[in-house]
């Protein structure tokens, strides 16, 4: 498996970095890094958060690991655990934020996009198509800040 590491913003109401996301697809469905969901919901030990989550919503993956450490990933599942778990003011916005926006577009178009894509380009013109694609993914990414890691 060679999936591709997606990372999404969150962001407070004044537009302030709160944490970074990183997500992976795995079989068909959104896993999330642990360390950056603890940090969104102001759990400081990840290690001590993850105790409460059931052995099948979460896994080591060594594919991810870049200094030499396996990150854990939570499925749906075990993230909703996490954001349960926290009691800090940013759980109740993290919760809004992944269950209104991330999820139900990562179930529509398999992966986050803040900008939908309203103007169709016309599909019989390959090169056309593929150049509109590619300028709204560009603009979607310099809107979001994104950045690959």
């Given amino acids: ?3 591709t ?9 004044a537009g302030d970095l709160l944490a ?8 068909r469905s959104p896993w999330f890094f642990a360390v950056d969901v603890c940090e969104a ?3 400081s030990d990840t290690n001590k958060a993850l105790l409460s989550v059931d052995e099948e919503d979460k896994c080591e993956h060594e594919q991810y690991s870049g200094s030499g450490r ?5 499925n749906e599942s075990g993230l909703y655990t996490l954001i349960l778990k926290s009691r800090k003011k940013q759980a109740k916005r993290f919760k809004r934020w992944v269950t209104s926006d991330v999820l139900p577009s990562i179930r529509m178009t398999g992966s ?3 900008i939908p894509s309203n103007n169709l380009p016309d599909f019989s013109d390959e090169v056309a ?21």
């Fill in 112 to 114: 986050y996009n803040l």
């Fill in 129 to 149: 198509a593929a150049r509109a694609w590619a300028d709204e993914r560009e603009a979607a990414r310099r809107a979001i800040g994104y950045a690959e890691r």
């Fill in 41 to 43: 919901l102001g759990l």
């Fill in 20 to 27: 970074s996301v990183r997500t992976v697809q795995i079989d």
């Fill in 1 to 3: 498996m060679n999936a």
């Fill in 70 to 74: 396996k990150p854990m990933l939570v």
């Fill in 5 to 13: 590491i997606k990372t999404f913003d969150f962001k407070s109401d």
